[in-house]
């Protein structure tokens, strides 16, 4: 009889369970964050790009610390090409992190195009400081 009680007690549906809450997506916010990312993104390579070529006119030694940007730099085709696959790559990882199940991971649904802008303006503001033009 017990056995019976506790087969009937767990297979009845629980009314009272977590209900599925569906993510929303704000894909507003997450296209004006990338187009930022692609901005600052795309203005760094560029400075960057200016100045590794005015240090190969002056026969002058260019430093870049990033070692993806520094394999680049002689092929301008695949150097214009990152901004666009870095916005697209953390757009999709922002999709995935605001669809979560769970409510701790959505949270943190901007936190790679809050990354990808910092760094991208701590470059810039890097390079704008430290260009000595000779």
């Known amino acids: 009889m017990r056995a019976l009680a506790l087969i009937l007690m767990f297979a009845v ?8 809450v569906e ?4 894909w507003r916010t997450i296209a004006l964050l ?4 692609f901005a600052t993104d795309f203005w760094d390579i560029q400075q960057t790009r200016s100045h590794y070529l005015e240090a190969q006119r002056n026969n002058l030694f260019f430093v870049e610390h990033n070692p993806l ?3 680049l730099l002689p092929h301008p085709g695949l150097f214009y ?3 666009a ?6 757009t999709f990882v922002s999709y995935n992190l605001s669809t979560n199940r769970r409510a701790w991971v959505r949270r943190f649904r901007y936190a ?3 990354v990808q802008i910092s760094s991208n303006t701590q ?3 890097y390079s704008r400081v430290n260009w000595k033009r000779r």
């Not at 549906?13 to 599925?20: E, L, N």
């Not at 990338?34 to 990312?37: G, P, V």
């Open 13 to 20: 549906p629980c009314r009272g369970g977590p209900q599925i």
């Open 23 to 26: 993510p929303r997506v704000d």
């Open 34 to 37: 990338s187009s930022a990312q």
């Open 69 to 71: 940007t520094n394999a």
């Open 81 to 83: 090409a990152r901004p």
């Open 85 to 90: 696959l870095s916005a697209g790559l953390s």
């Open 112 to 114: 790679p195009q809050y």
């Open 123 to 125: 470059g810039l503001i």
